[in-house]
């Protein structure tokens, strides 16, 4: 099992610009059911990840 350390002060790099992320832009995403949220790096604009939040319904 891997070990999961709560680091605070760590700060992670953009992957594409390689700058320090110490905000993320954020997006919601038109989507049929629940949330998507479209993540973003504030300096290159490149996108960072995509979540998906259910609704309590879909499990």
């Given amino acids: 099992m891997i070990e999961?350390?709560?680091?605070e002060d760590v700060t992670?790099?953009?992957p594409h610009c390689?700058?320090?992320?110490?905000?993320?832009?954020?997006?919601?995403?038109?989507?049929f059911?629940?949330?998507r949220y479209i993540?973003?790096?504030p300096?290159?604009?490149k996108v960072l990840?995509?979540?998906?939040r259910k609704g309590f319904w879909m499990g």
């Fill in 12 to 14: 992670p790099l953009c």
């Fill in 18 to 31: 390689g700058e320090p992320v110490r905000e993320l832009w954020c997006r919601q995403v038109a989507a």
């Fill in 4 to 7: 999961c350390v709560q680091k």
């Fill in 33 to 35: 059911f629940g949330r």
């Fill in 39 to 41: 993540y973003l790096c």
């Fill in 49 to 52: 990840g995509v979540s998906h």
């Fill in 43 to 45: 300096r290159c604009r």
